[in-house]
């Protein structure tokens, strides 16, 4: 599984929409942890991709699939 956070962080069209630094913000996860799980060099609890979820006010499942 992969997660799929690009498409979905608020703003989008503005300035920093793909930054994990600004999810980062949002779910008070550390920006350097949210841009390895982007790459898929870390995985993810389901309780911390469920805090993104929440933060981008999205489903959880609408943030995973299948890669």
């Known amino acids: 599984m992969?997660?799929?956070?690009?498409?979905?962080?608020?703003?989008a069209g503005a300035?920093?929409?793909?930054?994990?630094k600004r999810l980062g913000e949002l779910t008070d996860f550390n920006p350097k942890y949210i841009g390895e799980?982007?790459?898929m060099e870390k995985t993810i609890l389901v309780?911390?991709?469920?805090?993104?979820?929440?933060?981008?006010?999205v489903r959880l499942r609408d943030l995973v699939r299948d890669s």
Request: hydrophobic residues 45%; aromatic residues 4%.
């Open 47 to 57: 309780d911390a991709l469920a805090c993104i979820a929440a933060a981008l006010k």
């Open 37 to 39: 799980v982007e790459r």
């Open 2 to 11: 992969r997660i799929v956070t690009r498409s979905f962080v608020p703003c």
């Open 15 to 20: 300035k920093g929409e793909n930054d994990p």
